[in-house]
């Protein structure tokens, strides 16, 4: 089956400091992608990061890195010096393919990041 | 940038009506999809379309109907409203060759 878990419904963490926010999945596709969405209060799905399957290096954008680990099967998301603007929840996704042929996305349940002062 | 508008942001109708959910994209782009999303069970596809008239059913399907005429607008249809679709739902739309997903507000419906 083509899952994707994260197991942290919420996390907390200081103005400036790190945060790790976890997600694993499961594929038997030896092509995927794994992408990292922020959802603040407004709705609106906001793409970080994405790393494919074939990438060696870990992707990163800005303060965002997306620690893979294939053998583990874990895409975690790393967000270094945490900002109040941060405050959202974060949804992790996998590209698979489809019945039909045609590529789709499988998202976790989410993450609630909450960033304090 | 892209842009991705969706006709309403809140929506309440009354069970039995015809829904429609309206999204339209100004980037050209091939694919559009339609989700929505409950607390605790993320998001999850209804249908995407992968071209004018073109459309896939996605992982949730039943009790929606979808309509693509001109590229940039995809038409999420709940042909009568039942209270179990109450929901938040989210249209998207991606280039071909590229992987990311561009979403839009979203629509939050509820039905009574």
């Known amino acids: 089956a083509q899952k994707i878990t994260q197991t942290q419904p919420g996390m907390f963490v200081q103005e400036k400091e790190a945060v790790t926010l976890d997600c694993t999945y499961d594929?038997?596709?030896?092509?995927?992608?794994l992408f990292w969405y922020k959802q603040p209060s407004s709705g609106e799905m906001i793409f970080l990061i994405y790393q494919g399957s074939y990438d060696e290096q870990n992707a990163t954008e800005g303060r965002y890195s997306l620690n893979f680990q294939k053998a583990r099967k874990s895409a975690n998301l790393v967000i270094s010096a945490s900002q109040l603007g941060d405050s959202a929840m974060y949804f992790c996704?996998?590209?698979?393919?489809?019945?039909?042929?045609?590529?789709?996305?499988?998202f976790g349940t989410g993450t609630r990041l909450l960033v304090s002062p | 940038d892209v842009k991705v508008t969706q006709s309403s942001r809140y929506l309440v109708k009354r069970t039995g009506e015809k829904v429609f959910l309206e999204c339209v994209q100004d980037?050209?782009?091939?694919?559009m999809f339609w989700y929505r999303q409950d607390p605790g069970l993320g998001l999850r596809l209804i249908y995407f379309?992968?071209?004018?008239?073109?459309?896939e059913k996605g992982d949730i399907p039943e009790g929606y109907s979808v309509s693509r005429e001109k590229k940039e607008r995809f038409s999420l249809i709940l042909e009568s409203a039942s209270t179990n679709q109450t929901s938040m739902y989210l249209c998207a739309t991606k280039s071909r060759g590229v992987y990311e997903q561009y979403f839009g507000p979203g629509t939050r419906l509820t039905v009574t």
């Open positions: 980037m050209d782009h091939e694919n």
């Open positions: 379309s992968y071209d004018v008239k073109m459309k």
């Open positions: 996704a996998m590209r698979v393919q489809g019945n039909t042929g045609f590529q789709k996305l499988v």
């Open positions: 594929t038997s596709d030896q092509s995927y992608g």
